[in-house]
């Protein structure tokens, strides 16, 4: 299994990003996805899921509405698009998927928020 996310950097707040999350290795089409954050001295926190047809998406409530998880089966790959940025969801983003023992990760990208 192999996961890669791309696509963070530097943005102002209020700007947007896309995060790609680029999947190999499993039956991509076959398992729920999803994107968790990082910041400094924090834990790991959820940032939401979205099923294996992407028919459903959950969200944590501090990015509900202003992210949208997304995914393309037919070119294994998971986006997360995120809107009206504010400093604090400066983070390293990580895409995961679960198995029964625990979850396969990503090495992360960095996104920050900052004027």
């Known amino acids: 299994v192999q996961l890669v996310e791309s696509g963070g950097g530097l943005v102002q707040p209020g700007g947007s990003l896309r995060l790609s999350c680029a999947a190999s290795g499993f039956t991509f089409s076959n398992y729920p996805m999803s994107w968790f954050r990082q910041a400094p001295g924090k834990e790991r926190e959820l940032v939401g899921i979205?099923?294996?047809?992407?028919?459903?998406?959950n969200y944590a409530d501090s990015v509900k509405g202003r992210f949208t998880i997304s995914r393309d089966n037919a070119k294994n790959t998971m986006y997360l698009q995120m809107n009206s940025l504010k400093p604090e969801d400066t983070a390293v983003y990580y895409c995961a998927t679960r198995r029964n023992w625990g979850n396969y990760w990503g090495q992360g990208t960095q996104v920050t928020v900052s004027s």
């Open positions: 979205i099923t294996s047809t992407g028919s459903i998406t």
